[in-house]
């Protein structure tokens, strides 16, 4: 938003009237999106030269200068002087901006016909394939936004600034009136996409951000597919779009920044307009989006939830207010963490070393009031997960059994991290994970050895488990027995 209403407050400063001119608006947008890149190109350069300055001082024993640069009260000054001196330079030696933007619109316009070919490969495969296969993604929205941006983008620079003395070639002329209604076909889809998203689930504050991006990419799609094909001069009806856009994007930007329609507002409202309406069931209710992501707006409405007159419905409302219920996907039911969770012992196909079984009792209990970690624990029946696995083995030389537990989906692919579970006075709690490559652990063959109680060692090689809990002491540290192949990896390094 910043870097659009400059470049409509500075164009039309210099002409002197509210809306300036398409080329002023062309020049400076373009100029101070070059400027920008070669700015941060400078100054990742700029530090790029210090590190190499380090490593070098560093081989001669020479620590001290590393040191200072990284401090922060050091690298932040320096960081912004480099920024500005790479902007001053671009300010003072215009004719460098104006030879790089030339260079860079015509890199970027060649490589218009490119992605219309691809666009048009997957508009064309979508019929066969089907929307289905599109949203079962997950980020579908996602992706085609952001190929709205890149032909905004590309249309832009093959048009440049719609001189009517400038004309196309036949390759980008056609590429740029495709790509418009490639651009739409895109926007609708993205349209169609959080639409059905919001229709089952509701609002939150990323949905209404992804509508209006959703919004400001249909209207560009029908302007450009409007000035793609209206008589006379090519693509002229681009200027008065692309300057209608800025001045809509801008005031859209303030709305959402401001309560007028402050996504969490407006997530807020749709959740408890939805609970009223019988759309959603208490139990689905999304009450960690009121408790957590909508800020003041959602601690307001679950206020007056507690204070109505279903007690039922007020229960749940206090509880989200203490933050000891939570939510995880919106088609799953509420977890209420005073139930300590159990984990589903009829989800284990593996479970080692044979003949062992899960511990009873096992279960998930808070740590620290933090709602958040338990709104996907492992192993438990919410219709994503078919197989868990575990293993128990004595991680920590205390002669009691960890639980390590691994689930899997229906593509075969493990679900999340690989978690360790150790039995504390208060219950079991998760307090490691690591998300590498843990088959291993299930073969067999997994012991512990003398090394930090995180490490297993396997018929693969050795796996690294990262402590999350602040409840256990990390113990001191051990060597591991050498091995051939470790003195081997030591001689080397």
């Known amino acids: ?277 019988g759309q959603v069931d208490i139990k689905s209710m999304d009450w960690r989006l009121l408790a957590g992501q909508t800020g003041g707006y959602g601690k307001v409405a679950l206020e007056k939830l507690a204070n109505g007159d279903d007690p039922e419905i007020a229960d749940l409302a206090r509880k989200a207010l203490a933050g000891s219920i939570s939510f995880g996907a919106p088609d799953s039911p509420v977890v209420d963490l005073s139930a300590k969770p159990i984990l589903n012992a009829g989800l284990f196909t593996t479970i080692l070393p044979e003949g062992a079984g899960l511990p009873d009792g096992l279960a998930v209990t808070p740590r620290s009031g933090r709602a958040e970690l338990f709104t996907d624990f492992p192993c438990q029946p919410d219709g994503r997960r078919v197989a868990c696995k575990a293993l128990l083995l004595d991680l920590q030389g205390d002669a009691r059994q960890e639980v390590v537990v691994a689930e899997y989906g229906a593509d075969g692919g493990r679900n999340g991290p690989v978690s360790v579970f150790v039995e504390l006075p208060t219950g079991w709690t998760v307090a490691a994970e690591t998300y590498n490559e843990a088959e291993g652990l299930f073969s067999g063959s997994a012991t512990a050895v003398p090394a930090p109680w995180k490490h297993v060692q396997t018929g693969e090689g050795r796996i690294s488990f990262d402590p999350v809990s602040p409840l256990l002491p990390e113990p001191e540290t051990q060597p591991a027995p050498a091995t051939e192949a470790s003195k081997n990896e030591a001689g080397a390094n």
Not at 36 to 47: D, I, K, N, P, R
Not at 65 to 78: I, K, M, Q, R, S
Not at 106 to 123: D, K, Q, R, S, Y
Not at 245 to 269: N, Y
């Open 1 to 277: 938003m910043v870097f659009i209403a400059n470049e409509l407050v500075t164009g039309g400063d210099q002409v002197g009237k509210p809306v300036a001119p398409y080329d002023v608006y062309y020049d400076e947008a373009w100029k101070r999106g070059v400027q920008l890149g070669l700015a941060l190109l400078f100054t990742g350069l700029f530090w790029a030269i210090i590190a190499i300055g380090v490593l070098l001082l560093a081989a001669i024993g020479f620590d001290w200068f590393g040191d200072l640069v990284t401090n922060e009260y050091v690298a932040a000054p320096l960081t912004g002087i480099a920024f500005a001196v790479a902007v001053h330079l671009g300010d003072v030696r215009s004719d460098l901006l104006a030879t790089a933007r030339n260079i860079l619109l015509g890199v970027l316009a060649w490589l218009l016909p490119v992605i219309t070919a691809v666009a048009g490969l997957f508009v064309v495969s979508l019929p066969v394939a089907g929307l289905d296969a599109l949203w079962e993604t997950g980020n579908a929205t996602g992706g085609l936004l952001w190929g709205c941006v890149f032909f905004v983008l590309l249309i832009n620079a093959a048009v440049q600034n719609a001189d009517s003395e400038r004309k196309p070639g036949v390759v980008l002329g056609w590429s740029a009136r495709i790509a418009s209604v490639l651009l739409l076909v895109f926007a609708g889809l993205a349209a169609s996409g959080i639409l059905l998203r919001v229709g089952q689930y509701g609002l939150t504050p990323e949905r209404v951000i992804a509508l209006l991006g959703v919004l400001i990419a249909v209207l560009y799609g029908l302007g450009y597919v409007a000035a793609s094909f209206m008589p006379g001069s090519w693509m002229a009806l681009l200027k008065p779009v692309n300057i209608g856009m800025a001045f809509f994007g801008v005031v859209s930007f303030i709305a959402v920044l401001s309560p007028i329609a402050a996504p969490a507002r407006l997530a807020s409202d749709n959740q408890m307009a939805r609970l009223a309406s």
